[in-house]
């Protein structure tokens, strides 16, 4: 049986505290060092203009992580036990497969990314720049925005096939000189027993795979891309790794593993969008690697419940 997690009254100062402490870091991030200086990107619309500050306004987004990593420590204290990162290169291009447990996972990505790996970057849907505030920075710090073309608009005009590959293809050629690491999360949202119901999923621990986005991205890549990175995200019985439990010391430990693969271009090669039997192979490929990974975190609970005691729910 699991335990439910009851923090004490200095854990929730604790949390109350750090979530001031980073607000304040975040607006002074943002309006004194990120804001004045990400104007140049519009008022000086130079190559060399637009690479410097993009670096620059890294940096910032870096510092704010730090420091946001470094409260998340003194919160909880966390233990990242992570293994098969070694030979990611600080320069490289790099495309994480992950499975998605909760929101917490990309917080604790972040105390991996920083130092370690190139700056993390999510494909975002194109109609997201135009959120006020979150739509800016992503611009502004070089986030993809990916353009995609339905079928019926291709049935009304034969001419757009194509082109959301091509210009998300113009939009990654800014990383040709730039390191980074796009992560997908394959199952398109947060593991629950709900929704694994729902899909019916024919694996024990995961979601069933979506296989268009990670093909479309992957395609849109193409040569620059160094490796993709498997990586599996498990939390002990015990945790819930929800948002408000991270905040007040409930998640104590996370294991993490990653292997290097690599980079199946013989068939992302073939415009798996248009091409039926690629796409199957494409298919096929993300299905052994599912399997591999469901089996990996059953064999990582199984040692998880021998430590803590405690089976999972």
Known sequence: MNTAYKPTIWAYTRGVIAIIL???????????????????????????VQRYTTNYLLGVVW??????????????????????????????HYFI?????????????????????????????????WIPFIGYVCWAVDMPFMYRVTPDKIKKNPKLRGKDMEITRR???????????ITNYLEGTRF?????????????????????????????MGDLLDGIIDMTIVYPPGQNPVGWN??????RHVVIRARIIPVPHEIISRNIQENPE????FRNWINELWERKDREISEIKAELSKEYGLEYD
């Open 246 to 251: 991270y905040i007040f010391g409930g998640v």
């Open 278 to 281: 690629a796409m199957q192979e």
């Open 97 to 129: 497969l992950s499975n998605h447990v909760a929101w917490v996972d990309i917080v604790l990505l972040f105390h991996l990314y920083h130092g370690r790996m190139p700056f993390p970057r999510w494909f975002m849907k194109r109609e997201l720049i």
């Open 22 to 48: 980073v607000a304040i870091w975040l607006a002074f991030c943002v309006t004194v060092l990120f804001f004045p200086v990400s104007l140049l990107k519009i008022l000086i619309p130079f190559g060399y």
């Open 192 to 220: 629950s027993k709900e929704k694994h119901a729902q899909r019916q999923s024919p694996y024990k621990n995961l979601l069933p795979p979506k296989y268009s986005g990670s093909g479309f991205t992957m395609t849109a």
């Open 63 to 92: 510092l704010w992580i730090g420091f946001v990593n470094f409260i998340g420590r003194w919160i909880s204290g966390i233990k990242i036990d992570v293994q098969g990162l070694e030979g990611v290169k600080k320069r490289g």
């Open 171 to 181: 939009s990654c050629e800014k990383f040709r000189h730039r390191p980074v690491v």
